[in-house]
């Protein structure tokens, strides 16, 4: 028997940080030497000492060998002066043929503020094209346009996560949190151990809706019959806060009136929900004392979502929670800076601070922080799906520089996507690792990630938190503020592109001040000294503002709109040919596009491969036995999967996640006509056994 002699384990110095994932932005200490070792913390809220494997699994993207590490020309490792000289000359050369709008922007809400900021900096100020967006177009803004429609502000939980735990009841529409954000459950947890009640809305019995005191499975796309139902119930059962509604909302009238045609007999007939449900869930809620209703991208990735959104609001007001201490409407924000990434002007239509660029207060305020004329400003440009499908067209952009998005997995119509991808004269895409949209990049640059830098990331109750370095890059990869001033230095000149984040962050403050997503008062100290502070904070002695709406809305009057809407049935229906609903999500080991977490081992371990799910009966019908490989098919394309037969999905539905190729190139691209979200959430297939 040896013993061991060996010294003990050094103690690591670990830095307070966040993950590198979605809108939790759970809080995490990270120790790095030759290994990585994460803990969660106990002092965020939101997570409260919970992760999830995602998180615990994190540290592997730090020493993962898949990293790029040299900027690559078509496909040939290159030095970075190569690399920028090469992008510049090709930027110029097609803004000279096809004008400033000849060159594209496409941005992510995984990227830090002051990454979002400078990105549209960049592309108004040096490349002064209009042509920007993101991927936060595919995400929440359908819930984004409904918030800003009925309360004149856009803040996804305009209260602390921890309210929920102090509720009556909630009711999710449309969202999985259980495997999208597993801390989450924690405080839906403590409100059903005080007596509270969650009703969830979703067609298929998920981890959350197993959790559920009701669940309500409706057919994909019939959120908005289902919303109109409940407030139907509402009304006649005499649950309407008259006080609220006369004293702090506008406009109930209108809606009084359309809510009238949606008797629950009608709604059943819609949804498949019976009305017994929908009886018992609008009384769970006219019942609570405290009641919170939410909304995920189940109910909100339609050609209808905002006005989906709007419907669970109107449902909400009537029930006088939005502005009340401890109840509200909320969006479930979905990427690590998707509240962040949605505010500082990486929008088409958009400036710093959440101003909208075709207004000249804003436009002349913006204009004096990076020292131009307003007049030098570009407009509105096209939004995400619209910018994608335009690109190498004769009137679309020609170039595009993408930095945070993999829109060969993630775009709907992803078939057509990448053929406009290829089309393209110039593709710069920025990313830490061979994402398969990076894969047909002219020019791919490194970049650092989450613990490899510092910058500021506003999670999914508006609370802006700081991400803390807490690792050394790799030698040869550069941040994308560093990319961005490289480029800036070539085409323009360096000034007014720092690539130290906290420079970059004290001028977002100045050109955020006044804006609804006022940042003015936030500083990197301010927010290390505590656990963040939530916008808008307009001065430094300012505490912030977790809950906006107490006393007043932000619309001119103070007061909440409601927004009358009416149902209508999907882009494209079922039918003889195609008579399944097929939708699409997420499962809890994987991140989006899975360009990270398809590289961890672990979670690969736990889901490897695309997969179908189908109704027991169906799977009977067709034949169908768990694992077989299915083919399934629809008017724009075909993708394979393996049958996983579980009674959790509706027998009329089939369900996939999009974290691989497959999914997307069935999705249709039907745009919401005020978000322009696509419908990712429904279109119509059919089903084939392979072999
Ligand atoms: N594990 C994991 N977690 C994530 C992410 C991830 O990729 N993986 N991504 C993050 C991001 S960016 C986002 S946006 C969030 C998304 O978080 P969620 O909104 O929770 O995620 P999804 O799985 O897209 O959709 C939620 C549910 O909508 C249901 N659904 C489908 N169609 C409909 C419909 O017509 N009506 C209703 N009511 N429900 C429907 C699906 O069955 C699914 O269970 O997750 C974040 N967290
Ligand atoms: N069918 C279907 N499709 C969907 C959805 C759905 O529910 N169904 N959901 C939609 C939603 S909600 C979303 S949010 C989108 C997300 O889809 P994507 O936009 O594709 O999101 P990610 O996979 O997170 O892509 C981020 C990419 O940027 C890289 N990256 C990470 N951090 C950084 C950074 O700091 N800088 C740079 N330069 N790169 C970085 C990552 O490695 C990755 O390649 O997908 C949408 N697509
Ligand atoms: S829930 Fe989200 S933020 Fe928290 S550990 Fe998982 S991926 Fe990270
Ligand atoms: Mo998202």
Aim: glycine share 10%.
């Amino acid at each position: 028997m040896s013993i061991s002699l060996s010294a003990p384990t050094p103690v690591k110095a670990a830095t307070a940080t966040h993950c590198p994932y979605c809108a939790l932005q759970c809080g995490m200490s990270v120790a790095v030497d030759e290994t990585v070792t994460i803990t969660p913390r106990k002092d965020v809220p939101a997570n409260a000492g919970g992760l999830c494997q995602k998180g615990w699994t994190a540290g592997e993207l730090l020493t993962s060998g898949d990293r790029l590490t040299t900027p690559l020309l078509y496909g040939e490792p290159v030095g970075w002066d190569e690399a920028l000289d090469f992008v510049a000359a090709r930027i110029r050369a097609v803004q000279e043929e096809h004008g400033p709008n000849g060159v594209a922007v496409f941005g992510g809400g995984g990227l830090t503020n002051e990454k979002a900021y400078q990105l549209g900096k960049f592309a108004r100020m040096v490349l002064r094209t209009s042509q920007i967006d993101y991927n936060g177009r595919f995400c929440m803004s359908s819930a984004a346009a409904a918030a800003n429609r009925a309360f004149g502000m856009d803040r996804g939980l305009p209260f602390p996560i921890t309210d929920l735990g102090g509720a009556d009841a909630v009711l999710i529409a449309g969202g999985n949190v259980a495997e999208t954000m597993p801390p989450f459950v924690r405080h839906l947890t403590a409100m059903r151990d005080r007596g509270g009640r969650l009703v969830v809305i979703d067609p298929r019995v998920t981890a959350t809706a197993r959790q559920a005191d009701l669940h309500l499975q409706p057919a994909p796309g019939t959120d908005l019959a289902l919303a109109l139902g409940l407030l139907h119930i509402v009304i006649t059962e005499g649950h309407v806060d008259e006080d609220y509604v006369a004293g702090r909302t506008s406009g109930f009238d209108g809606v009084r009136t359309s809510a009238a045609a949606w008797w629950p007999e009608r709604v059943e007939r819609i949804t498949g929900v019976p009305v017994a449900r929908m009886r018992l869930a609008a009384e769970i809620l006219a019942d609570a004392g405290r009641a919170v209703i939410l909304t995920g991208r189940g109910a909100e990735q339609h050609a209808k979502g905002t006005d989906t959104v709007s419907a669970f609001i109107n449902l909400a007001l009537a029930l006088g929670l939005p502005g009340r201490e401890g109840s509200g409407y909320g969006c479930i924000t979905g990427q690590g800076n998707g509240q962040g990434g949605r505010e500082h002007g990486q929008k088409a239509d958009q400036l710093p601070g959440y101003r909208r660029i075709d207004d000249p207060a804003a436009r002349a305020h913006v204009a004096a922080v990076w020292g131009i004329a307003p007049e030098d400003l570009p407009g509105p440009g096209r939004s995400a799906y619209e910018l994608l499908d335009a690109l190498g067209t004769a009137a679309g952009p020609r170039a595009l520089l993408l930095f945070g998005s993999n829109p060969v997995i993630s775009a709907p119509r992803a078939g057509h996507v990448t053929e406009r991808l290829r089309s393209l004269d110039l593709l710069v895409v920025s990313d830490l690792v061979m994402s398969e949209t990076a894969a047909l990049a002219d020019v791919v640059l490194p970049t650092t990630q989450w613990a490899e830098e510092s910058g500021t990331m506003t999670n999914l109750e508006g609370r802006v938190l700081l991400r803390h370095q807490a690792a050394a890059p790799p030698p040869g990869v550069r941040s994308d503020l560093e990319i961005l001033r490289g480029l800036a230095v070539r085409l323009r000149g360096a000034e007014g592109f720092p690539a130290d984040p906290r420079e970059v962050f004290d001028e977002l403050r100045r050109a955020s001040a006044g804006g609804i997503a006022d940042y003015a008062g936030i500083t990197y100290e301010r927010i290390a000294a505590g656990t963040g502070v939530f916008w808008p904070c307009p001065a430094e002695d300012h505490p912030g503002t977790p809950r906006p709406f107490l006393d007043r809305f932000a619309t001119p009057d103070g007061r909440a709109r409601f927004v009358p809407v009416e149902h209508r049935p999907p882009e494209e229906d079922i039918d003889r040919d195609y008579p399944l609903y097929l939708t699409t999500g997420r499962v809890l080991a994987h991140y989006q596009s899975g360009a990270q977490t398809r590289r961890i081992a672990a979670l690969n371990a736990v889901a490897s491969e695309v997969f179908v799910e189908i109704h027991p009966d169906l799977a009977e019908r067709l034949e169908v036995a768990p694992g077989d490989l299915l083919r399934v098919v629809g008017r724009r394309g075909a993708a394979e999967g393996v049958a996983r037969v579980t009674p959790a999905v509706r027998p009329d539905t089939v369900f996939m996640p999009f974290h691989w190729a497959g999914a997307n190139l069935l999705t249709n691209p039907a745009l919401d006509p005020v978000s322009r979200m696509p419908e990712f959430k429904v279109c119509a297939v059919k089903l084939e056994r392979v072999g």
